[in-house]
């Protein structure tokens, strides 16, 4: 039973402290505190002198805990030490009026938290089912603004897309119904003539070049998501999203989405064997292995693409290291090990022909006779934007993981291991620039710098959430230099989409001039032949491009080059004759004089067409009458292009 003081005590009587009654009390335990010694409980006798004469207490219905709470808190207003904080429960109310000093200390065994490090978030910062959708809503609107910046380009087929969705058609002839080649493409193609040129002219048959080009779009709009969610997974959800708006207006992105060629598949297989290194690296197992057959087809849909391949070696290591530690490291030995393996077999089935074209259009190219200033420039052009951005995010990620403290991000590792990944990532930007220094050429370049852009475009993301900060903070400066990267891609790409003449009138005049066993002088022959090849006047084997030509005379002698090219004028080989100095000018001016001093021919018309930095004239000779040479003239052969002569 609880013991309780006489409710007829009033405060500020006088009373002997005779007339308070004994009773028993729970001392308060405060063994070990440095002020044990000092602390004096009501029941005992000796009360603080202080006490007894400032204020003579009487308490009320209270219990003797509750009535030695309020003597000690008296006593601290005195002392002026006191915590007058309302208990908020009888049992704790001695304690939490206690004067700090005496307030019990924690535990001995009781460890105080400790501090998160700076590679941890204080709180759990993981994005929500909310925050999800709409970053998935963010997502679609990038991926609709990419779309429409492509589509709003248009020019009549590239020289390029001509040549492999032509060839595309007479492969897929070959293959379904046994008709022979005119020319052997796979000696000279940058990739398998049986792979992409096959599969556009699918679609080109399905819906001319406009479904070619759709192709091409899906595959880039297709590779921005990867691009998304393979950041996601190395860092987290801000940065993906900054890396897919960057990505998405960059040059090389709207560019090879509209242009019917092999490079949009073959960055869509790089960035398909890049998430799968990415999304397998907490495995255990080895489902990184998966990403050997995509690199392998890359590397086979365009040969240049192999200059890539490490990079997604490379990271299958980096993505699985804060996973698994020092057993990531066997990951880039095995999966580099399939992928050659792959490549081997496929180099031994395909022939002396497939070897021929990787020496002669990649591993062994012909040096250019390009400045490297001029090669550097056309850098600054393309490129400089997103990599100045993914320069920021690399140097920013290797000092510090995390944009604040409480940002949920993917496991960032130590510091060499971030220094790493960011090496890796944003170093292959420049492996296209460095390589085509080396040779001296600018051939391809605006193409390639998609390949490297493609692998720096997550730590471009990096930098641009860390230009905004946390909370938006510098979202102004964010925002100025997201609309440089979009000016600077639209207008980029849209200067090369318009790079090339409008071809219609040409195709018109030669649609006229086509007759029976013709033989046309074209360059860029491959424009017409793609237009006209329903046309049995105008097939492939009746076309000879300025490149080069191997012409036999009238006495058996073999021509080539320039003297080729004036002996098969003169002979009168050619019923029509038509360039425009853009891709041979030294041959063209050539021609123009051999044509001018032959009365056989006539120009027929020049044809003015504006291009990006001028104008472009397609000067189009016919030879008059109708009489054609004869067969023992001479005979003139359609040859390969020049690498050089590729965009």
């Known amino acids: 039973m609880i013991d309780r003081v006489r409710p007829s005590l009033q405060l500020g009587k006088p009373r002997d402290p005779a007339d308070i009654p004994e009773r028993s009390q729970s001392p308060i335990n405060l063994a070990g505190h440095p002020d044990a010694d000092?602390?004096?409980?009501?029941?005992?006798?000796?009360?603080?002198?202080?006490?007894?004469?400032?204020?003579?207490?009487?308490?009320?219905?209270?219990?003797?805990?509750?009535?030695?709470?309020?003597?000690?808190?008296?006593?601290?207003?005195?002392?002026?030490?006191?915590?007058?904080?309302?208990?908020?429960?009888?049992?704790?109310?001695?304690?939490?009026?206690?004067?700090?000093?005496?307030?019990?200390?924690?535990?001995?065994?009781?460890?105080?938290?400790?501090?998160?490090?700076?590679?941890?978030?204080?709180?759990?910062?993981?994005?929500?089912?909310?925050r999800t959708r709409v970053s998935r809503l963010v997502l679609l609107a990038l991926l609709v603004g990419q779309a429409m910046l492509t589509l709003r380009m248009h020019n009549t087929a590239f020289e390029d897309e001509a040549l492999y969705l032509y060839?595309?058609?007479?492969?897929?002839?070959?293959?379904?119904?046994?008709?022979?080649?005119?020319?052997?493409?796979?000696?000279?193609f940058s990739g398998a003539p049986v792979l992409y040129p096959v599969l556009a002219a699918v679609f080109d048959s399905i819906g001319g070049l406009a479904a070619a080009r759709a192709l091409s779009l899906a595959e880039m709009l297709s590779v921005t998501a990867l691009l998304y969610s393979i950041t996601r997974m190395l860092f987290n959800e801000r940065n993906a999203l900054c890396a897919a708006a960057i990505f998405a207006v960059s040059e090389?992105?709207?560019?090879?989405?509209?242009?019917?060629?092999?490079?949009?598949?073959?960055?869509?297989?790089?960035?398909?064997?890049?998430?799968?290194?990415?999304?397998t690296a907490p495995w255990r197992h080895p489902g990184y292995l998966l990403a050997a057959l995509p690199a392998a087809l890359a590397v086979a849909t365009k040969y240049a693409s192999l200059l890539f391949v490490p990079t997604v070696v490379v990271l299958s290591a980096l993505a699985a290291y804060p996973y698994r530690g020092k057993r990531a490291l066997i990951r880039p030995v095995a999966l580099g090990a399939v992928i050659a393996g792959l490549l081997a077999c496929a180099l031994y089935v395909a022939g002396s022909s497939y070897r021929a074209a990787i020496s002669f259009t990649t591993t062994h190219r012909a040096q250019g006779g390009t400045p490297a200033s001029v090669i550097a420039l056309d850098c600054l052009r393309w490129g400089a934007v997103p990599f100045a951005v993914a320069l920021i995010g690399a140097i920013a990620y290797v000092w510090r993981a995390r944009t604040d403290k409480r940002e949920h991000i993917a496991p960032p590792g130590g510091r060499l291991r971030r220094a790493a990944l960011s090496t890796a990532l944003a170093g292959t930007a420049l492996l296209a620039p460095a390589y085509q220094l080396h040779l001296h050429t600018d051939v391809s370049l605006q193409k390639h710098i998609g390949f490297g852009l493609l692998f720096a475009a997550p730590m471009a993301g990096t930098g641009l959430a860390r230009i905004v900060g946390?909370?938006?903070?510098?979202?102004?400066?964010?925002?100025?230099?997201?609309g440089l990267a979009l000016t600077s891609g639209m207008t980029?790409?849209?200067?090369?989409?318009?790079?090339?003449?409008?071809?219609?009138?040409?195709?018109?005049?030669?649609?006229?001039?086509?007759?029976?066993?013709?033989?046309?002088?074209?360059?860029?022959?491959?424009?017409?032949?793609?237009?006209?090849?329903?046309?049995?006047n105008a097939q492939p084997g009746q076309f000879t491009t300025t490149y080069n030509i191997t012409y036999v005379g009238s006495h058996g002698q073999v021509l080539t080059g320039q003297?080729?090219?004036?002996?098969?004028?003169?002979?009168?080989?050619?019923?029509?004759?038509?360039?425009?100095?853009?891709?041979?000018?030294?041959?063209?001016?050539?021609?123009?004089?051999?044509?001018?001093?032959?009365?056989?021919?006539?120009?027929?018309?020049?044809?003015?067409?504006?291009?990006s930095g001028g104008t472009l004239t397609y000067y189009i000779w016919v030879k008059k009458g109708s009489k054609l040479p004869a067969s023992d003239l001479g005979r003139g052969t359609r040859s390969a292009p020049s690498p050089s002569a590729s965009p």
């Open 563 to 611: 003297a080729g090219f004036v002996a098969a004028i003169r002979a009168g080989y050619f019923r029509v004759v038509a360039y425009n100095y853009a891709s041979t000018p030294a041959l063209d001016s050539v021609l123009a004089r051999t044509l001018e001093s032959d009365p056989s021919y006539v120009l027929a018309e020049a044809i003015p067409e504006p291009i």
């Open 38 to 130: 000092t602390v004096m409980l009501p029941a005992q006798k000796d009360k603080p002198a202080e006490l007894q004469s400032a204020v003579d207490v009487t308490i009320p219905d209270w219990s003797a805990d509750e009535a030695t709470a309020a003597l000690l808190a008296a006593e601290a207003l005195l002392s002026g030490a006191g915590n007058l904080t309302r208990p908020r429960s009888r049992t704790g109310m001695m304690i939490s009026l206690l004067p700090p000093s005496l307030r019990a200390e924690p535990e001995p065994d009781a460890r105080p938290a400790e501090a998160p490090t700076p590679d941890e978030p204080t709180t759990d910062d993981r994005p929500g089912p909310r």
């Open 167 to 188: 060839s595309g058609h007479l492969e897929l002839a070959h293959l379904l119904h046994g008709t022979p080649l005119f020319e052997n493409f796979a000696s000279y």
């Open 252 to 279: 090389a992105t709207l560019f090879l989405g509209h242009l019917a060629t092999y490079d949009a598949t073959s960055v869509l297989l790089l960035a398909v064997a890049t998430w799968i290194v990415v999304r």
């Open 470 to 482: 946390d909370h938006f903070r510098r979202a102004q400066i964010g925002i100025l230099v997201w």
């Open 492 to 536: 980029q790409a849209g200067d090369l989409f318009q790079g090339w003449p409008d071809s219609q009138f040409l195709v018109r005049k030669l649609a006229a001039e086509a007759r029976p066993g013709a033989h046309y002088l074209i360059e860029a022959a491959e424009v017409p032949i793609y237009y006209l090849r329903n046309d049995p």
